[in-house]
């Protein structure tokens, strides 16, 4: 299985933008998605498919694909926006879902100033 | 509206076994895996496994082959997740989620003398 790394904390202030990386060690990278969690909540979807916007999700939020770096972007970051995010990808080796095993970055902590 | 209900809290002692459920309505159960995630406390997401509700077939995380088995009923759309031999680092909120959408609010397993 292969490895997601994310920067353990960002810090913005308000109205500023805010990126978090999500960095793959596999050769071949699978589409990714992008949860934000707020404390005693469950994890939301705010990006998947690297770049495609859940409906209710705000437009200030964005992603982005290089190499195997993938990117969530907050245009500006609201105090609102200030929760743990993280990046999720599969692990297969198959054709069909069969012999695919999912992977969780390590999160960040979105700190607004 | 897709939702996805787990069962109540949880205490056990090390040693023992806890069997999560997780029933789900608003949409076929039989056509989406389910997947089960863990986030202990004041740590990330782990993901544990899936499960294919069609047919019963799973697959594990490496960190808990031998210890998780996920089963399912049809007849009531629901899903469980059983862990065994509790250590107290299990203590934890186990999610069912949907991937990526819809996520259960957790059950709260806590491992303690």
């Known amino acids: 299985s292969y490895e997601l790394t994310q920067p353990p904390s960002v810090s913005v202030s308000p109205g500023q933008t805010a990126r978090i990386t999500c960095s793959a060690d596999?050769?071949?990278?699978?589409?990714s998605y992008w949860y934000q969690q707020k404390p005693g909540q469950a994890p939301v979807l705010v990006i998947f498919?690297?770049?495609e916007r859940p409906s209710g999700i705000p437009a200030r939020f964005s992603g982005s694909t290089s190499g195997r770096t993938v990117t969530l972007t907050i245009r500006g970051v609201q105090a609102e926006d200030e929760a743990d995010y993280y990046c999720?990808?599969?692990?297969?080796?198959?054709?069909?879902?069969?012999?695919?095993?999912?992977?969780f970055g390590g999160g960040t902590k979105l700190t607004v100033l | 509206q897709v939702q996805l209900v787990h069962s109540g809290a949880e205490v056990k002692k090390p040693g023992a076994s806890v069997k999560v459920s997780c029933k789900a309505s608003?949409?076929?159960?039989?056509?989406?895996?389910m997947h089960w995630v863990r986030q202990a406390p004041g740590r990330g997401l782990e993901w544990m496994g899936w499960?294919?509700?069609?047919?019963?077939?799973?697959k594990y995380a490496q960190n808990f082959e031998g210890r998780v088995t996920m089963t399912r009923d049809t007849s009531i759309s629901t899903v469980y997740m059983e862990l065994r031999s509790l250590r107290s680092d299990d203590t934890a909120i186990y999610y069912c989620?949907?991937?990526?959408?819809?996520w259960g609010q957790g059950t709260l397993v806590t491992v303690s003398s």
């Open positions: 498919k690297d770049t």
């Open positions: 608003g949409y076929i159960f039989s056509d989406y895996y």
């Open positions: 989620a949907r991937l990526s959408e819809y």
């Open positions: 499960i294919n509700p069609k047919n019963g077939d799973t």
């Open positions: 596999a050769l071949t990278r699978q589409f």
């Open positions: 999720q990808s599969v692990d297969t080796s198959a054709a069909d879902f069969s012999d695919t095993y999912v992977v």
